[in-house]
């Protein structure tokens, strides 16, 4: 079993920058492939980013590429998702995602455990 909790949203201006930070506990955080996925009002949930669980291998959607990176720190058991030049299309809740496999998966169903999610708004 595997909790995770999240942190570090909140309202910023279109441009502005956060960072997300996902803490994890429970089986052992390095065997984890770790994903970012969000869900805006109305709409269904979507892949963000994921990161392999040495952190060698990275992917992310179109729509946030060379704006968001993920990384992960596996002696804190959190992985972070930086976030540069944001839009207001990028308002959602996020969802920080354990999976138990090593290949890295942009499918929600294929993640096994979930956090509660944090809010982010960004303003034009």
């Known amino acids: 079993q595997v909790q995770l909790v999240e942190s570090g949203g909140g309202l910023v201006q279109a441009g502005g920058s956060l960072t997300l930070s996902c803490a994890a506990s429970?089986?052992?955080?390095?065997?984890?492939?770790m994903g970012w996925f969000r869900q805006a009002p109305g709409k269904e949930r979507e892949f963000v980013s994921a990161?392999?669980?040495?952190?060698?291998?990275?992917t992310y959607t179109n729509s946030v590429k060379g704006r968001f990176t993920i990384s992960r720190d596996n002696a804190k058991n959190t992985v972070y998702l930086q976030m540069n030049s944001l839009r207001p299309e990028d308002t959602a809740v996020y969802y920080c995602?354990?999976?138990?496999?090593?290949?890295?998966?942009?499918?929600?169903?294929?993640?096994?455990?979930w956090g509660q999610g944090t809010q982010v708004t960004v303003s034009s």
């Open positions: 429970g089986r052992p955080f390095s065997r984890n492939v």
């Open positions: 990161i392999s669980w040495s952190g060698g291998h990275e």
């Open positions: 995602a354990a999976r138990n496999g090593v290949v890295v998966a942009a499918n929600s169903y294929e993640y096994d455990y």
